[in-house]
């Protein structure tokens, strides 16, 4: 199995005046190809900061950072907007769509952003990625005419609109109904198994338990690294909500 | 990025943004039709002089009374006052080879009754040779003949304002007009000539002959001016010299001597004359431009504020793969975006204003296709030049601090 994220060491200090927050204080992380990983822990315990280090938003002040074979640590600002544009899709704690922006140009955006023109219909492309997940007749609509959750799965078809290998989520169950948030699930164990790298942040353990592989983070470390044993079945998990309702009903 | 792309997102976001956009284009707008219509305004009367002076006749020579040395000098036939008289006039008809025409200019003014009813204008004393010289025809009736001026003949031209003013309706000729007093006889009007640079209505004229008028309105021997004219452009210098030669000779000037007399060509007056103007049109056109540059600042003021206003979005941006050059040519093509929009609003407004401008006002604003195309250009490079310090300042933001950026 390839491995895509190799991390030895990382540390991440934020400056604040004179005050030095150490967000990561030496994080040891693989990762490969195929997984499903749910970062878990405490507020403040560094699970953003880990996230948007592996999304190659911010840079790291000590140790190795390997993400798909390339040693990210020296690159240029370039190569990280390339890596970002490439190689990752990233679903933000809010969302960050663009406002006065319908559903399709947003998930167009990072196709204009291609040097590569890997999609040669950005358009039909980004119709596809809504259709993926459920949104093919809310194109048109702008995110203030849409509801928390259609905005999230806005979101996520951006994210998935370029093929990344590796989709990162964080938080993306948070302002989101329980069933929502199931669906949701669905829509990532999918994506998971056609082959796409997923690692997501969550506070909910219930939550976690959708994943393959959980982590647990307090104070800038890994306390907590398993294998989830009960694993759910999202699409199982909601037949049985709807089987249970119906139930009632009769 | 391609470059449609940038457009294209450059075109959404300004048009998300109608009311700012706008208002970001409003100083270039102003700028624009400004310097535009200005130097309209400056080069419309330079070529109102041109033309007028053009419409005075071709090949037009005009001989003043040097002032200067006729003052200083105060002797000879004229008895003081003036230079030139028809002694001259007879010399040039004589030894200048060179000329087609000379007539003498008696300016004179005064009340006219006649016809409907009476009006005040300006009555100059010509010889028959004036038409050919200023190429004026007329319109009905015939010039006045040698053997008229010679014999002092109360007959007389009048313009085309004067017929209007006088005779509404009536056909003037034959009629009789009283200048001051004296009677005279109608024989022809003038062709209309329109307005000349100062604004003067030259329409507004009676034409008598010369002698008549020197003898019977202002009772003196001397005359005002002499206007010739030379055979051809080719002539004109040749003809100088001639003229030159002859009024030394018969001014009995030694050779070297300062003249008392002025010869002017047409283009030393359309010189003269667009001075002034040529003046008018740079002081104008520099204020304008002016304020072409305020609307510059103005777009950078407004771009600057939306790079702030904006920041969230840059950091989306960035956090989607785009470059920093992006980023900045995205502002960038915005504020170009903006201000061509603003300059090519700004050319048709000008048009607009120059239109309305010769419809309701005597001035005839000419917009020359090169002050446009200047100052379009100039519209956009004011949007690179005021665009490229935001654009720059939203290239340069860190992604992530961008995103948190409430
Ligand atoms: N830009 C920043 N400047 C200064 N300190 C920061 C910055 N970002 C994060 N921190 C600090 O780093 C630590 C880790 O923050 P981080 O956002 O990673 O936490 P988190 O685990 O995502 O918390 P939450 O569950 O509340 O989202 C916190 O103590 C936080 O205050
Ligand atoms: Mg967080």
Redesign the interface.
Request: charged share 30%; no cysteine.
């Given at each position: 199995m390839n491995r895509i994220i190799e991390m030895s060491q990382v540390k991440k200090n934020y400056y604040v005046g004179d005050v030095v927050v150490k967000a990561l204080q030496g994080v040891d992380l693989t990762i490969d190809e195929g997984e499903f990983v749910a970062i878990m822990g405490s507020s403040g315990s560094g699970k953003s900061t880990l996230m948007?280090i592996i999304?190659c938003?911010?840079n790291i002040n000590e140790g190795e950072y390997v993400l798909d074979s390339v040693n990210v640590k020296n690159l240029s600002?370039?190569e990280y907007?390339?890596?970002?544009?490439?190689k990752i899709g990233?679903v933000?704690q809010g969302f960050?769509?663009?406002?006065?922006?319908t559903a399709l140009?947003n998930v167009e955006?990072?196709l204009?952003?291609?040097?590569n023109?890997r999609i040669k219909h950005p358009e039909i492309k980004a119709k596809e990625s809504l259709d993926k997940v459920g949104l093919s007749d809310r194109i048109d609509h702008e995110p203030n005419q849409l509801s928390g959750g259609q905005q999230q799965r806005v979101a996520i078809a951006?994210a998935l609109v370029?093929e990344p290998a590796l989709l990162l989520a964080d938080e993306p169950t948070r302002t989101l109904d329980s069933r929502t948030s199931k669906e949701v699930m669905a829509l990532f164990q999918e994506l998971n198994t056609q082959g796409i790298t997923i690692i997501l942040v969550t506070h909910e353990r219930d939550i976690a338990k959708y994943a393959k592989r959980n982590i647990v983070l307090r104070d800038g470390k890994i306390i907590e690294d398993f294998i989830v044993e009960d694993r759910l079945i999202a699409t199982e998990v909601l037949q049985s909500v709807t089987d249970g309702a119906i139930h009632e009903m009769v | 990025m391609k470059w449609s792309n940038l457009y294209k997102i450059a075109i959404k976001s300004i048009m998300k943004n109608k009311m700012r956009s706008l208002l970001t284009s409003l100083g270039i707008i102003i700028g624009v039709s400004s310097v535009i219509v200005m130097v309209a305004i400056g080069e419309g009367s330079q070529r109102r002089i041109k033309e007028s002076f053009s419409s005075m006749g071709t090949n037009m020579l005009m001989i003043s009374p040097n002032w200067r040395k006729v003052q200083s000098v105060s002797k000879g036939a004229s008895g003081g006052r003036n230079s030139l008289t028809y002694d001259d006039i007879e010399e040039l008809k004589i030894s200048c080879p060179s000329l087609s025409g000379v007539s003498a200019i008696i300016k004179s003014s005064g009340q006219l009754i006649g016809g409907t009813g009476n009006w005040s204008t300006s009555v100059e004393g010509v010889d028959p040779d004036y038409f050919l010289i200023r190429n004026w025809d007329l319109s009905s009736g015939r010039i006045f003949t040698k053997r008229e001026v010679e014999s002092k003949k109360k007959v007389c031209i009048i313009g085309k304002t004067v017929a209007d003013e006088l005779f509404q309706g009536i056909d003037p000729f034959g009629q009789k007009l009283r200048i001051r007093n004296t009677p005279f006889k109608i024989i022809g009007v003038l062709d209309s000539k329109g307005q000349n640079s100062w604004g003067q209505d030259q329409d507004d004229i009676v034409l008598a002959p010369s002698k008549t008028v020197l003898y019977r309105l202002k009772g003196r021997r001397d005359v005002d001016r002499i206007y010739v004219s030379a055979t051809s452009d080719e002539t004109m210098s040749i003809a100088e010299e001639e003229i030159d030669t002859a009024l030394r000779k018969t001014h009995k000037l030694a050779p070297g001597e300062d003249p008392d007399f002025r010869i002017r060509n047409q283009s030393e007056m359309v010189e003269m004359a667009s001075e002034t103007s040529k003046t008018l049109t740079m002081l104008l056109g520099s204020i304008a431009g002016v304020s072409l540059l305020v609307g510059g600042i103005g777009i950078m003021n407004i771009m600057l504020v939306s790079v702030t206003e904006r920041t969230r979005e840059i950091g989306i941006r960035l956090s989607l793969g785009a470059r920093s050059k992006d980023v900045l040519m995205q502002f960038l093509t915005e504020a170009i975006v903006l201000s061509l929009t603003g300059g090519a609003i700004g050319i048709i407004l000008s048009f607009l204003i120059a239109h309305g401008l010769t419809k309701f006002t005597e001035l005839v604003p000419y917009i020359n296709p090169w002050v446009v195309f200047s100052a379009f250009t100039f519209s956009g490079a004011v949007g690179i030049f005021f665009g490229f310090y935001p654009a720059k300042k939203a290239a340069n933001l860190n992604p992530i601090d961008a995103l948190r950026y409430e």
């Open positions: 948007n999304g938003l911010d600002r370039n907007a390339d890596i970002r544009n490439q990233f933000f960050n769509l663009l406002p006065r922006t140009e955006l990072p204009l952003y291609d040097r023109n951006r370029t | -």
